[in-house]
């Protein structure tokens, strides 16, 4: 049975399983698409998920992404930046972050594109992604799965750390780094290849193998058998449609596809 | 005493930290104050916002101390942009390597230890050592150098003659660690008030740090926009449009100094809109 489902729902979906596991800790999604994620998982799979505002109160319940009509949210709590850090140095919590560019290693960037001293392109700087990456567990979403985000050798400037050993003394890794998922608009992607290789965990429907290799710039790891990403089911439509009153998912991304590109 | 005062209390090739937090609560009638005045070759410690990219447009930074410049609802700060790719000098941290050094530098030490930074390309930057830890662990650390600042300077909501405030936003950021690393402090205040309207004792837990670290304080009416001063008013995300475009051209950036730079205080405020549309804009959303 076809459901219609967009990609951006799919990609929701798929996205609120990296915290189904977590138990009671603080869930980040950075950009609109990680956030609905993180407020799906709370009210589905882990209700125990702290979830914020984006500025510096805990909810009782996920605060839809743009506009907010009726009443304030409930605030259960007070999560200002000293506080945050202080979350994120107890490893208390999972963040799904956009980075520009990763790499085979999971090593990210949102500083600079090209040299550091006098780069191509400055982007934001390396925000809070150096001390996330060893503090706590950390997945990533690309809306644009192509080799200029996935890119061969190491992304230009390493803000997140990631499994390379040349960065490690003795090439021992911190104990607390931890990296989950990668979700993009082609694929899942994990680490559970050998010593933490990127591989593909799930397709996208209608996504082949060979689609997600050729728009990545490094070797992926292919399982024997590859599962197709779960389609939402009609109650996480539901619920997504609640969390996104302003349906800001629709303008994520370009021309806001639907999530079944077998019929496509 | 009044801006000006202020920034003839500084002086060129001075390390200066800025408190707020991006758009929020930026001490920025002083950054304009800054911005007009001759001084030069100044190095600025910041969770940036639009005072680090006016800094920059006005030529008056050396180096930038910093782990993002960024106007929220606009990611990318266009002066900031053109700095950094015409060379300026950096030193890029991590948001809590950068209070880390704050926080060394306040207690006077001359580094403290993390793991922020393990494993990326910030601790390859010269300013950084890693040190094993004496005990039976032996583990590898970062040693995050203090952060010591000539200067900071704040934006508060109500303050004393003498210099005791209150911030009465919910977060605090990380002004008191800025306050605590200084050398000297000044700070802008909503209002000044006398001690007594402080009502201290009911509201302690808005004042961040005593009044022994505070140097100087200037009453500065809505001195943080365009930034917000929340609870008492929100981000003006209309001027910061303007400011925005005002980085498409060397034409549009002189008219925007013209207009709002090169300008006193009160004419800034009519310029802006008055004091009763900035007391008035909607609370944005992140």
Known sequence: ?264 | MSLDDVVAQLADGMTIGIGGWATRRKPMALIRAIARSPLRDLTIVSYGGPDVGMLAASGKLRKLIFAFVSLDQYPLEPHFRAARQAGLEVLELDEGLLHWGLRAAAMKLPFLPTRIGIGTDIVKQPVFETIVSPFDDREELIAMPALKLDVALLHVHRSDERGNVLTLSPDPFFDELMARAAQRVFVTAERIVSTAELDMSRNARFNLIERTMITGVVEARFGAHPTSAAPEYHLDLAHLKTYVDSATSTQSWAAYRERFIETTPENYLAAVGGSERIATLPAPVY
């Open chain 1, 1 to 264: 049975m076809d459901r219609d489902y967009s990609l951006a729902e799919l990609i929701i979906a798929a996205a609120a399983e990296a915290w189904r596991h977590d138990g009671e800790i603080m869930a980040t999604g950075i950009g609109p698409l990680p956030r609905l994620a993180a407020s799906l998982a709370k009210l589905t799979c882990n209700p125990a998920l702290q979830t914020t505002d984006g500025e510096c109160w805990y909810t009782s319940q996920p605060v839809p992404p743009g506009p907010r009509n009726g009443p304030m949210p409930e605030i259960e709590g007070l999560a200002n930046y000293d506080r945050v850090f202080s979350t994120i140095w107890s490893g208390k919590r999972h963040a799904m972050v956009a980075p520009v560019q990763i790499d085979r290693f999971g090593q990210t960037n949102i500083s600079v594109i090209g040299n550091h001293a006098r780069p191509k392109a400055a982007m934001l700087g390396a925000r809070g992604y150096p001390g996330n990456s060893v503090h706590h567990p950390n997945s990533y979403f690309f809306a644009s799965h192509t080799p200029r985000a996935f890119v061969a050798g190491e992304v230009d400037y390493v803000c997140s750390a990631g499994y390379n050993p040349a960065r490690y003394r003795d090439g021992r890794m911190p104990a607390t780094l931890d990296l989950r998922l990668i979700v993009t608009d082609l694929a899942v992607l994990d680490f559970e290849g050998p010593a933490h290789a990127i591989r593909v965990r799930s397709l996208h429907p209608g996504i082949s193998f060979e689609q997600v290799q050729d728009n990545t710039g490094f070797a992926l790891i292919r399982p024997a058998h590859i599962p197709i990403t779960r389609e939402p089911t009609a109650e996480q439509l539901a619920i997504i449609a609640r969390l996104d009153p302003n349906q800001v998912r629709k303008t994520v991304l370009q021309g806001d596809p639907p999530g079944n590109r077998r019929a496509a």
